[in-house]
T-cell receptor, first 112, second 110 residues
Framework: EAGVVQSPRYKIIEKKQPVAFWCNPI?????LYWYRQNLGQGPELLIR????????DSQLPKDRFSAERLKGVDSTLKIQPAELGDSAVYLC??????????FGQGTRLTVV | GIQVEQSPPDLILQEGANSTLRCNFS?????LQWFHQNPWGQLINLFY?????KQNGRLSATTVATERYSLLYISSSQTTDSGVYFC????????????WGAGTKLIIKP
C-alpha cells in the first residue's frame, strides 16, 4: 500500500513569490493534516481536514497561507507571498478518523 | 496546556548498545505515538501505543497511562537508528491535535 505522497520534495523560491505543495493521503484515510517543521523542532500543526472540511485551522496564518482539499482526497497548501521566515519543511500526514497519523516525506522550502 | 517532555535530549552510543528513551506527559491522553525522524527528514511511525506494551523487532515500547509516561527501548543499536525520536500525544478532551515533545537526538557510532 502506498504511503502519503508529497510533491515537490524540494523548492527554492525568491521572497514574495507564490508556492504550492501537493499531498495525496493514504487511500481511505479521511483525516489529513498539514504541518510545518522548523530545524531542530517538532512539527507544528497548520490545518486539519476531516474529509473535505477544515475542522482546525486556528494555527494557519491566513493572511498568506491557504489550503484546500477538494473531494476529500488530495490537498494543496499555498503560500502567497512567501517570506524568508517561511523556510521550513512542510509535512502532510493522514489518518483514519484522526487516530494513528502517517507522514509523507515532506517538502523542504527555502525562501531566498 | 499539556506538557510533553522527552529525555534525554541527546544520546551518543556505540553500535550494539541498548538504550531507553522516555516521554513524560502532564495530562491524560488517548493517543500516543513514537516516531523516528531519519537524517533525511522522513518521519517514520514506530508505535501507536496509548497504553500497554508493543514490540517490533529490536524496538519495543511501553506506555503506563496511569503514571503518564512512555518508554521506547532500542536494543542492539545500528547506525541506521540514528536520528531524532519524537513522542506525540493527544489529550482525551482535546481538539484532536497531536502535542509533540522536543525529541531525543540519537547518534549511533560505528
Amino acid at each position: 500500500e502506498a504511503g502519503v505522497v508529497q510533491s515537490p520534495r524540494y523548492k527554492i523560491i525568491e521572497k514574495k513569490q507564490p508556492v504550492a505543495f501537493w499531498c495525496n493521503p493514504i487511500s481511505g484515510h479521511n483525516t489529513l493534516y498539514w504541518y510545518r517543521q522548523n530545524l531542530g523542532q517538532g512539527p507544528e500543526l497548520l490545518i486539519r481536514y476531516e474529509n473535505e472540511e477544515a475542522v482546525d485551522d486556528s494555527q494557519l496564518p491566513k493572511d498568506r497561507f491557504s489550503a484546500e482539499r477538494l473531494k476529500g482526497v488530495d490537498s494543496t497548501l499555498k503560500i502567497q507571498p512567501a517570506e524568508l521566515g517561511d523556510s521550513a519543511v512542510y509535512l502532510c500526514a493522514s489518518s483514519p478518523y484522526n487516530t494513528e497519523a502517517f507522514f509523507g516525506q515532506g517538502t523542504r522550502l527555502t525562501v531566498v | 496546556g499539556i506538557q510533553v517532555e522527552q529525555s534525554p535530549p541527546d544520546l551518543i552510543l556505540q553500535e550494539g548498545a541498548n538504550s531507553t528513551l522516555r516521554c513524560n506527559f502532564s495530562d491524560s491522553v488517548n493517543n500516543l505515538q513514537w516516531f523516528h525522524q531519519n537524517p533525511w527528514g522522513q518521519l517514520i511511525n514506530l508505535f501507536y501505543i496509548p497504553s500497554g506494551t508493543k514490540q517490533n523487532g529490536r524496538l519495543s515500547a511501553t506506555t503506563v497511562a496511569t503514571e503518564r509516561y512512555s518508554l521506547l527501548y532500542i536494543s542492539s543499536s545500528q547506525t541506521t537508528d540514528s536520528g531524532v525520536y519524537f513522542c506525540a500525544v493527544k489529550l482525551m478532551d482535546s481538539n484532536y491535535q497531536l502535542i509533540w515533545g522536543a525529541g531525543t537526538k540519537l547518534i549511533i557510532k560505528p
